[in-house]
């Protein structure tokens, strides 16, 4: 096999100043392969919650897959770090499972804003989490008005807020 044909096709020696739009279009295809491929070992969690640990995976596979798609980083240097990104995800995200306290560590926890009505003004505080928002939230997620409708509400470690509302007598 003809290897100058792949180095050429991806200018593997071109730099940002030097690559060629035909070279840009074949590392997108390949970087947006190597991606997918990636992001299907991450998990779907990766992109199903808005957790600081996953979010830190997101902007750092965006910036350095653009930084080998524009030649700006060498391709396969580039492409290995994210693999090791998600690998080192993957096994935080591992540990987190099995050990509490290490999930508490890299995850957080979720706090409770309000409990069998009452607003909890401390929490709120902590959390800098405003009343608006908080109605704002009841609104979204409950479809509810009032605090008074609701057993509980917690700023989740994903920064949404849940509510559980009061069962009907």
């Known amino acids: 096999m003809n290897t100058s044909f792949f180095i050429d096709l991806l200018g593997l020696h071109a730099e940002a100043n030097t690559i060629t739009a035909s070279q840009v279009a074949a590392r997108a295809v390949l970087v947006f392969c190597a991606a997918l491929a990636m992001l299907r070992v991450a998990g779907p969690r990766t992109f199903g919650r808005g957790t600081a640990f996953d979010l830190v995976l997101k902007i750092t596979l965006g910036s350095l897959l653009s930084r080998a798609v524009m030649a700006a980083s060498p391709l396969w240097s580039t492409l290995l770090a994210c693999a090791i990104f998600v690998g080192l995800h993957r096994l935080l995200a ?14 957080g926890e979720s706090t409770m804003l309000a409990e069998e ?11 800098e989490i405003t009343e608006k928002e ?3 939230g009841l609104r979204e997620t409950a479809n509810v008005k009032s605090v008074d409708e609701v057993e509980s509400m917690h ?15």
Not at 101 to 106: E, G, H, P, V
Request: hydrophobic share 40%.
């Open 94 to 107: 591992m540990v987190a499972y099995r050990y509490e306290w290490f999930s508490w560590l890299i995850k």
């Open 117 to 127: 009505g009452q607003i909890l003004r401390d929490q709120m505080r902590q959390s």
């Open 134 to 136: 908080l109605l704002e």
């Open 155 to 169: 700023l989740e470690r994903s920064g949404k807020i849940s509510v559980v509302k009061k069962q009907a007598d």
